[in-house]
């Protein structure tokens, strides 16, 4: 979902550790820079003095145990929550000042289901107002690069949850955003529509560089879709390790199969588990 919509609901493989809460090694300039971060549900610390670099251009995925605060850490970023301390810029600019997306869990609740498809991926178009000529060239040029097939003219309803997780999506892509945030999006999607999904990600991030922030509960998924998957600690949350993906893209299913990819998942699913058994 794009800034704004509904009124603000909206390459060998290699290991890169850093000490534990510190800022993520850069490999580039700085898009997201974190600092100080703090926010507390009741007694509950999520995070504490939180710091984070992410490089412009790179997809992040983040993972970690549950409830370390993962979804909590984009909601943040993006606005969604606010920080009881702390700073966070976009390439030294504010988050009102930066062109984002962001695609949700939970599609069913995120597409309005008075409006159609193709109304839906304008929206954000219109609610910015963009001639209704560029809205139509934006949806067009978007349609094109996905090779979508989809009946846009159907209403949310009408589509399965993949379709409606698709056209989610392309709702957020179409304001053609610095920064995209995913909230475990296809978390409720069958296997193959799954997968289907991820390859379309993967291509429209080789595509576009937009910098994406990927939160996951599949080990797998993230490291497949990431250059940097970034590993938390329980609550408060600190970097347990980041990790640099370097095998080339695109990746495909021969992938999970080959070692460099073996490898990293395996030391990302070690740091997992020695996170959860010392937390």
């Given at each position: 979902?794009?800034?704004?919509?509904?009124?603000?609901?909206?390459?060998?493989?290699?290991?890169?550790?850093?000490?534990?809460?510190?800022?993520?090694?850069?490999?580039?300039?700085?898009?997201?820079?974190?600092?100080?971060?703090?926010?507390?549900?009741?007694?509950?610390?999520?995070?504490?003095?939180?710091?984070?670099?992410?490089?412009?251009?790179?997809?992040?995925?983040?993972?970690?145990?549950?409830?370390?605060?993962?979804?909590?850490?984009?909601?943040?970023?993006?606005?969604?929550?606010?920080?009881?301390?702390?700073?966070?810029?976009?390439?030294?600019?504010?988050?009102?000042?930066?062109?984002?997306?962001?695609?949700?869990?939970?599609?069913?609740?995120?597409?309005?289901?008075?409006?159609?498809?193709?109304?839906?991926?304008r929206y954000p178009l219109k609610f910015r107002n963009i001639p209704r000529s560029e809205r139509s060239e934006r949806v067009e040029r978007l349609v094109d690069r996905l090779g979508v097939t989809l009946d846009l003219a159907k209403y949310p309803y009408q589509l399965s949850g993949g379709q409606q997780q698709l056209v989610s999506i392309?709702?957020?892509?179409?304001?053609?955003?610095?920064?995209?945030?995913?909230?475990?999006?296809?978390?409720?999607?069958?296997?193959?529509?799954?997968?289907?999904?991820?390859?379309?990600?993967?291509?429209?991030?080789?595509?576009?560089?937009?910098?994406?922030?990927?939160?996951?509960?599949?080990?797998?998924?993230?490291?497949?879709?990431?250059?940097?998957?970034?590993?938390?600690?329980?609550?408060?949350?600190?970097?347990?390790?980041?990790?640099?993906?370097?095998?080339?893209?695109?990746?495909?299913?021969?992938?999970?199969?080959?070692?460099?990819?073996?490898?990293?998942?395996?030391?990302?699913?070690?740091?997992?588990?020695?996170?959860?058994?010392?937390?």
């Open positions: 979902m794009a800034a704004g919509d509904t009124e603000r609901m909206a390459e060998g493989a290699s290991a890169k550790p850093v000490s534990t809460g510190a800022p993520s090694p850069a490999t580039g300039e700085a898009h997201i820079t974190i600092r100080g971060l703090s926010k507390a549900f009741g007694e509950a610390a999520i995070y504490d003095g939180f710091d984070l670099d992410i490089p412009r251009g790179r997809f992040v995925s983040v993972f970690g145990p549950n409830g370390c605060g993962k979804s909590t850490l984009i909601n943040l970023v993006a606005g969604l929550l606010e920080p009881d301390a702390g700073t966070i810029r976009f390439g030294g600019k504010r988050l009102r000042d930066t062109n984002f997306g962001y695609v949700f869990q939970n599609y069913r609740e995120a597409l309005f289901p008075w409006m159609r498809s193709i109304d839906n991926i392309m709702r957020s892509l179409v304001i053609e955003p610095e920064v995209l945030f995913l909230d475990e999006p296809f978390s409720a999607l069958d296997y193959e529509m799954t997968l289907f999904m991820r390859d379309q990600l993967q291509a429209l991030f080789m595509d576009t560089r937009t910098t994406m922030v990927f939160v996951s509960h599949d080990l797998e998924e993230a490291v497949y879709l990431a250059d940097d998957v970034m590993l938390l600690s329980r609550g408060p949350a600190e970097i347990a390790d980041y990790v640099t993906v370097g095998i080339p893209r695109p990746r495909t299913a021969a992938t999970i199969s080959q070692g460099e990819f073996v490898s990293v998942k395996a030391h990302c699913l070690d740091v997992f588990q020695r996170t959860v058994r010392d937390a």
